[in-house]
Structure formats: structure tokens, C-alpha cells
């Protein structure tokens, strides 16, 4: 879970803490923004943990098939999969698929990073296919939004605190008129030019956006092919972008009423 708060150096994340028992660090907690709270630090939730309230059948069977996969590979590897104790079986399993797992969100965060460098010093990567992916997220910006480097209009990895509402967040590129946001996918076999955008990406723009631009602001997901450099800009309807914002406050209610409220709630 993701939190932020405000400093007098401008808002900060609260990703990660201190690891007591193991040393080291470990993911930021509900009951580590509590024990915050009480000593005064307000940590605010991130736009995509508190839309994680929503149900998310797609993911959730995805993660189901990563299983289910790992079981089949190990199967036709031959690898002994009889044991007495199932849950012991279940842990291996899982450890198995979790390794695959990780290296999906360790790409999108690599892109992201590459592209942020891209942006700020405007200079290509040296990489062959950072670079055209580069490349072509600036023709689409270039294209759909005058993205112009000049005046500087956009920032990266824009972090905000809506201290009003209670949420927070970082936004991957951002102006006065426009809120962007970049996702990636890994296999150009699963990259579906003008079939990726869904509701749930309205909602968190929406948040974005009402937290960081002017009204009447635009927004958009740029989609990523990390394979061959695809790329695939969409923009979200103002009716859409409305409606998202709707359903981010309903979720945000829901989260705060049943996790953690900043304010002095449950």
C-alpha cells in the first residue's frame, strides 16, 4: 500500500518502512499509517489502494491462470509435485509464480523511470528499444497534446496531497490541462490498440487530475508495448472522467470508513 504526506518540503512518500524483525524494509502498512497518525504524521492513501476497495475480476483471474501456469510448466518439466502436505504444495507454488510475477511491475517501473529521464533531460536512452518507445511517446504527445518542451508546461512524477478529501499520489505526467498516465504491457501478442482503457482508468485520472489541474482538464493513458515499442494514446471522455471521479469518492468513503481515516475516524 502506497501513502504520502505533507511536509514543510512538499509532499513526501511513505512507501516503504522500517523492518524491525527482518532489518531492512518492507511495504507500508494500514496499521503503519495509524501508529503515524498518533504521532502526529496525517499519511494519505494513494489513488490506485483506495480503487483497490473495487472488486477486479480480470486481475483476479489473471493471477489464477499465473498459478495454474507454473503448475502446468512443472508438470511437463517433470518436476516431482506429489506431497502429503497441501499447503506446504500451496506455498511452493506460489513462491514459484510470485518470481514470474514481480518481473512484470519491475518492467513498467524501469519504463516509467526511463521515460521520466527522457522527459526532464531530453535525451534519448541509448538502449535500442527505450529508445523507440521514447521516440514514439513523443510523437503521440506531440500529436495529442502540443507537448511542447520549452516552457517546460509538463512536469514528471508530479507527487500531490488532496488533504481535503483525504488522498494522495504521483502522476506521471502533468499541466495545467492535462493529467497522462503510462501503462505497460510486456507481449505485443496482448496489446490491443483501443481495447486497454477501462473504467477503472478514468477513476484514477479523474482523481489526478481533480487533485493537480484546472477544470476541464484532459486526460489520457498513454499504452506501452514493452516488446516491439508499440504505442497506443487514449483519451478519456469528459463524461467518462466524470463519472470516474464519482465512483473515486464512493471508493474513497468506503476506505476510509473500513481501513483508515486521516482525520480522526475509525
Same mark, same amino acid.
Given at each position: 500500500m502506497h501513502f504520502y504526506t505533507k511536509t514543510e518540503e512538499g509532499v513526501q512518500p511513505r512507501h516503504f518502512v522500517e523492518n524491525k524483525s527482518k532489518g531492512g524494509l518492507r511495504p507500508s502498512?494500514?496499521?503503519?499509517a495509524r501508529k503515524a497518525a498518533k504521532e502526529g504524521e496525517v499519511w494519505l492513501p494513494s489513488v490506485t489502494g483506495i480503487l483497490n476497495v473495487l472488486d477486479k475480476p480480470a486481475l483476479v483471474n489473471w493471477k489464477i491462470d499465473q498459478n495454474?501456469?507454473?503448475?502446468?510448466?512443472?508438470?511437463?518439466?517433470n518436476e516431482?509435485?506429489?506431497?502429503?502436505?497441501?499447503?506446504?504444495?500451496?506455498?511452493?507454488?506460489?513462491?514459484?509464480?510470485?518470481?514470474?510475477?514481480d518481473s512484470a511491475p519491475k518492467a513498467g517501473t524501469d519504463i516509467h523511470n526511463v521515460l521520466e529521464s527522457f522527459i526532464r533531460d531530453k535525451q534519448l536512452p541509448v538502449a535500442a528499444m527505450p529508445q523507440i518507445i521514447c521516440e514514439n511517446v513523443l510523437d503521440a504527445l506531440n500529436k495529442n497534446?502540443?507537448?511542447n518542451w520549452t516552457n517546460n508546461e509538463f512536469k514528471c512524477?508530479?507527487?500531490?496531497?488532496?488533504?481535503?478529501? !483525504?488522498?494522495?499520489?504521483?502522476a506521471d505526467l502533468v499541466s495545467d490541462n492535462w493529467v497522462i498516465d503510462y501503462k505497460s504491457k510486456q507481449e505485443a501478442a496482448k496489446f490491443k490498440p483501443g481495447k486497454m482503457a477501462y473504467m477503472?482508468?478514468?477513476r484514477q485520472l479523474a482523481a489526478y487530475?481533480?487533485?493537480?489541474?484546472?477544470?476541464g482538464f484532459r486526460a489520457a493513458n498513454i499504452f506501452i508495448c514493452l516488446e516491439n515499442g508499440e504505442i497506443d494514446f487514449h483519451e478519456h471522455s469528459q463524461e467518462d472522467?466524470?463519472? !470516474?471521479?464519482?465512483?473515486?469518492?464512493?471508493?474513497?468513503?468506503?476506505?476510509?470508513?473500513?481501513?483508515?481515516?486521516p482525520f480522526g475516524g475509525k
Amino acid at each position: 500500500m502506497h501513502f504520502y504526506t505533507k511536509t514543510e518540503e512538499g509532499v513526501q512518500p511513505r512507501h516503504f518502512v522500517e523492518n524491525k524483525s527482518k532489518g531492512g524494509l518492507r511495504p507500508s502498512r494500514v496499521t503503519d499509517a495509524r501508529k503515524a497518525a498518533k504521532e502526529g504524521e496525517v499519511w494519505l492513501p494513494s489513488v490506485t489502494g483506495i480503487l483497490n476497495v473495487l472488486d477486479k475480476p480480470a486481475l483476479v483471474n489473471w493471477k489464477i491462470d499465473q498459478n495454474l501456469e507454473t503448475v502446468h510448466h512443472l508438470i511437463n518439466a517433470n518436476e516431482e509435485l506429489r506431497s502429503d502436505d497441501f499447503e506446504g504444495f500451496k506455498k511452493a507454488i506460489k513462491a514459484k509464480t510470485q518470481e514470474k510475477m514481480d518481473s512484470a511491475p519491475k518492467a513498467g517501473t524501469d519504463i516509467h523511470n526511463v521515460l521520466e529521464s527522457f522527459i526532464r533531460d531530453k535525451q534519448l536512452p541509448v538502449a535500442a528499444m527505450p529508445q523507440i518507445i521514447c521516440e514514439n511517446v513523443l510523437d503521440a504527445l506531440n500529436k495529442n497534446c502540443e507537448f511542447n518542451w520549452t516552457n517546460n508546461e509538463f512536469k514528471c512524477e508530479e507527487y500531490f496531497a488532496n488533504q481535503d478529501l !483525504g488522498f494522495a499520489g504521483c502522476a506521471d505526467l502533468v499541466s495545467d490541462n492535462w493529467v497522462i498516465d503510462y501503462k505497460s504491457k510486456q507481449e505485443a501478442a496482448k496489446f490491443k490498440p483501443g481495447k486497454m482503457a477501462y473504467m477503472d482508468h478514468s477513476r484514477q485520472l479523474a482523481a489526478y487530475g481533480n487533485a493537480l489541474c484546472k477544470k476541464g482538464f484532459r486526460a489520457a493513458n498513454i499504452f506501452i508495448c514493452l516488446e516491439n515499442g508499440e504505442i497506443d494514446f487514449h483519451e478519456h471522455s469528459q463524461e467518462d472522467l466524470e463519472h !470516474g471521479f464519482e465512483d473515486f469518492k464512493d471508493c474513497l468513503r468506503i476506505y476510509h470508513r473500513n481501513s483508515y481515516d486521516p482525520f480522526g475516524g475509525k
